[in-house]
């Protein structure tokens, strides 16, 4: 069985609180309550493992969304769309997540459409990845296209959109809940309405909805002196645990949470911060534990690159990025894999993400992957793994920041909710 040792600290003041709750019942049951779910937050803020903890919501039998980790069997899935994606205009935060090289790319194209040719070819090889999962089984939902050109005001800033395309950043389902994250980047504060026609529909069959506070963007959130200079500048403030968004209010992407079930796995990252965090962390207690994890990072945004857990007791491990928590997992049994280096070439624009997309990959099953077609060197990795490799070229669409596992967000598995480190 996989085990993990888990911090306790903070279970003293527990203790205390639940002891003069028997004592004082009656009496001062309403302060003991308080006192005790503060002492609760308090512990799950020093990441507090509860082993005993049960769920208590069963999904109900005829709701459509169900998922509990990253491997069980897929039956329905959201596939991103790159319909009228435009270049985000060169904000602070937008220039702290790109490449030095693309800066120009983003003054110049801020607002504007991608290459147009280069926009035709990604569809294509979307719809194509779509027909394959559908020809896997797979029931296949697309968001609404958006026109994101149009620009927008709110009381705090001014933007253009950006896309539907990775819904991975903006939806993470947990159990027959759909949480809607709520992003760092100001192009992207109205993605969510791609995506409310699908989500209404999945609440209507039963699922949960939740919306998490969705941040003003204020100009406070972002550190607009952050210096960035070159990699050796972004590692050293990166180890600082120094980020372009600051702790003025919770901020965080989808694909910064990683799922193992009752487990799942954090990094703060330039789109998330501790109060986003933390407000996953209460939220999703007492039934799952959220664990923060970091890694050797000079540019961390988006986990699934970097950290992806592929199977119960199986994860891919980035070996420019290592883990700076990698025993925790090795103590628990788990195996841990360094994938190869990827193989796309330097010529290719990568506006908006790094050559490990290629470790992006999506889980079928324990035994079935969706890889990148040209990434023949991770292909025979999954294959002494025992895993068959579904082959898909999505080279184009990679361009726009995500690989399989961002262009998706799986909607339900066939599978219950099991805890992997106990």
């Given at each position: 069985?996989?085990?993990?040792?888990?911090?306790?600290?903070?279970?003293?003041?527990?203790?205390?609180?639940?002891?003069?709750?028997?004592?004082?019942?009656?009496?001062?049951t309403?302060?003991?309550?308080?006192t005790?779910?503060?002492?609760?937050a308090?512990a799950?803020?020093?990441?507090?493992?509860?082993?005993?903890?049960?769920?208590?919501?069963?999904?109900?039998?005829?709701c459509?969304?169900?998922s509990?980790n990253?491997?069980?069997?897929?039956e329905e899935?959201i596939?991103?769309r790159?319909?009228?994606?435009?270049?985000?205009?060169?904000?602070?935060?937008?220039?702290?997540?790109?490449?030095?090289?693309?800066?120009?790319?983003?003054?110049k194209f801020?607002?504007?459409?991608?290459?147009?040719?280069?926009?035709?070819?990604?569809?294509?090889?979307?719809?194509?990845?779509?027909?394959?999962l559908?020809?896997?089984?797979?029931?296949?939902?697309?968001?609404?296209?958006?026109?994101?050109?149009?620009k927008?005001?709110?009381?705090?800033?001014?933007?253009?959109?950006?896309?539907?395309?990775?819904?991975r950043?903006?939806?993470?389902?947990?159990g027959?809940?759909?949480?809607?994250?709520?992003?760092?980047w100001?192009?992207r504060?109205f993605?969510?309405r791609?995506?409310?026609?699908?989500?209404?529909?999945?609440?209507?069959?039963?699922?949960?909805?939740?919306?998490?506070?969705?941040?003003?963007?204020?100009?406070?959130?972002?550190?607009?002196?952050?210096?960035?200079?070159?990699v050796?500048d972004?590692?050293?403030?990166?180890?600082?645990?120094k980020f372009?968004t600051?702790?003025?209010?919770?901020?965080?992407?989808?694909?910064?949470?990683?799922?193992?079930?009752r487990?799942?796995?954090?990094?703060?990252?330039?789109?998330?911060?501790?109060m986003?965090i933390?407000?996953?962390?209460?939220?999703?207690?007492?039934d799952?534990?959220?664990?923060?994890?970091?890694?050797?990072d000079?540019?961390?945004m988006?986990?699934?690159a970097?950290?992806?857990?592929i199977g119960?007791?199986?994860?891919?491990?980035?070996?420019?990025?290592?883990?700076?928590?990698?025993?925790?997992?090795k103590k628990?049994?788990?195996t841990v894999i360094?994938?190869?280096?990827?193989?796309?070439?330097?010529?290719?624009p990568?506006?908006m993400?790094?050559?490990?997309?290629?470790?992006?990959?999506?889980?079928?099953?324990?035994?079935?992957?969706?890889?990148?077609?040209n990434e023949t060197?991770?292909?025979?990795?999954?294959?002494k793994?025992?895993?068959?490799?579904?082959?898909?070229n999505i080279?184009?669409?990679?361009?726009?920041?995500?690989?399989?596992?961002?262009?998706?967000?799986?909607?339900?598995?066939?599978?219950?909710?099991?805890?992997?480190?106990?």
């Open positions: 069985m996989l085990r993990v040792r888990c911090l306790r600290g903070g279970s003293r003041g527990a203790e205390a609180a639940h002891y003069i709750g028997s004592r004082l019942r009656g009496v001062f309403g302060w003991v309550q308080r005790f779910q503060s002492t609760q308090a799950a803020s020093q990441n507090t493992c509860a082993a005993d903890d049960k769920a208590t919501s069963p999904v109900p039998k005829d459509l969304v169900c509990y990253e491997w069980d069997p897929l899935v596939v991103g790159a319909e009228n994606a435009c270049v985000p205009p060169f904000s602070v935060e937008v220039k702290a997540n790109t490449y030095e090289k693309y800066w120009g790319f983003y003054q801020g607002g504007q459409s991608f290459p147009k040719d280069h926009l035709k070819k990604a569809i294509a090889e979307i719809e194509e990845m779509c027909n394959i559908k020809g896997e089984g797979v029931i296949v939902k697309r968001p609404d296209p958006i026109d994101w050109s149009v927008y005001k709110t009381p705090d800033f001014e933007s253009t959109g950006m896309y539907a395309a990775m819904p950043d903006i939806l993470l389902v947990v027959n809940e759909i949480i809607e994250a709520p992003m760092a100001r192009a504060f993605e969510y791609a995506y409310r026609r699908l989500i209404k529909d999945y609440f209507n069959s039963g699922a949960k909805w939740t919306t998490a506070p969705k941040p003003t963007m204020a100009d406070e959130l972002y550190d607009q002196n952050y210096p960035i200079h070159s050796e972004r590692h050293k403030l990166a180890a600082q645990g372009v600051t702790e003025f209010e919770p901020c965080f992407d989808a694909a910064d949470f990683i799922r193992a079930g487990d799942i796995f954090v990094q703060r990252s330039q789109v998330t911060n501790y986003g933390e407000w996953m962390r209460r939220h999703l207690a007492p799952y534990r959220v664990h923060i994890i970091s890694f050797k000079p540019n961390p988006h986990i699934d970097t950290f992806n857990i119960p007791g199986l994860v891919l491990s980035n070996p420019d990025r290592p883990c700076h928590q990698i025993e925790l997992f628990a049994g788990w360094q994938p190869p280096v990827p193989l796309i070439p330097d010529d290719h990568l506006w993400s790094s050559k490990w997309l290629s470790m992006n990959v999506l889980m079928l099953d324990e035994k079935r992957v969706m890889v990148d077609a060197s991770i292909q025979k990795m999954f294959e793994l025992g895993i068959s490799t579904i082959k898909v080279r184009h669409a990679n361009s726009l920041g995500g690989g399989f596992h961002c262009w998706t967000c799986d909607i339900r598995r066939r599978g219950t909710l099991q805890s992997y480190f106990d």
